[in-house]
């Protein structure tokens, strides 16, 4: 059974570029999380995704977007890069179960901005 | 925005337990405990989660307090491999949708 999967697992790109990064869920779950982690910090939430709607938001611009498709896979899209957005992308997947909701992460996509 | 609280670090002999402590001081009746942990900026690692019981699993114990101000992992056998950052994290209720990390605890086991 496979786990959570990113891609890709490096990326370097310049300011003022737009990224995707995907990530497949494991088998089973619904739910897809995004969260940034920058280097020596805890992750930080980005959004959720279930049934293909963004159901909640954290802090982040509106230069981060996403989208989840009908086989609960997902993609984040940040626009604009700027230095700042430099950091590990990590995405979590689960089966909605309310407070018991375990999230499983995949390993990351590390984005380098220039 | 975290509402828990970690050491900074922890040292820990190999094939000695490691007792990682976390408070939760604030923690409400429904919300339940979580710890992961993360290997040198790998992915975090779910390790084990629990309400106001003591949990095991093959790979840790948690023993939180009567009063679920606090909780403890276990981890009974420490190797080399366990050293990472444990993470403890309660499910806040009215943003029950995501985890809040604060900074951890950076474990390093000695050999």
């Known amino acids: 059974d496979a786990g959570v999967t990113q891609s890709p697992t490096h990326l370097i790109k310049t300011r003022g570029q737009q990224v995707t990064l995907r990530c497949s869920p494991k088998?089973?779950?619904?739910?897809v999380s995004w969260y940034q982690q920058a280097l020596g910090q805890g992750p930080q939430f980005i959004f959720q995704?279930?049934?293909?709607?963004?159901?909640q938001r954290g802090n982040f611009p509106d230069r981060f977007s996403g989208h989840q498709f009908p086989n609960y896979s997902s993609e984040l899209n940040v626009n604009a890069l700027l230095l700042g957005d430099s950091a590990l992308y990590l995405c979590?997947?689960?089966?909605?179960?309310?407070?018991?909701?375990?999230?499983?992460f995949g390993p990351g996509t590390r984005l380098l901005v220039l | 925005d975290a509402k828990t609280t970690q050491p900074t670090s922890m040292d820990c002999a190999e094939g000695r337990a490691a007792n990682l402590p976390c408070n939760h001081s604030?923690?409400?009746?429904?919300?339940?405990v979580y710890w992961y942990r993360q290997i040198h900026s790998q992915g975090p690692q779910y390790i084990i989660h629990?309400?106001?019981n003591n949990e095991t699993n093959e790979m840790a114990s948690l023993i939180i307090t009567e009063d679920r101000k606090s909780s403890t992992l276990i981890l009974p056998h420490a190797t080399l491999r366990d050293t990472a950052v444990y993470y403890c994290?309660?499910?806040?209720?009215?943003?029950?949708?995501?985890?809040?990390f604060g900074t951890g605890t950076r474990l390093k086991v000695l050999a």
């Open positions: 629990g309400l106001k």
């Open positions: 088998s089973g779950h619904d739910t």
């Open positions: 994290i309660v499910r806040v209720p009215q943003a029950a949708y995501k985890y809040i």
């Open positions: 979590a997947s689960s089966l909605f179960r309310g407070a018991q909701e375990t999230q499983y």
């Open positions: 995704y279930y049934e293909e709607e963004e159901r």
């Open positions: 604030t923690i409400s009746g429904n919300e339940y």
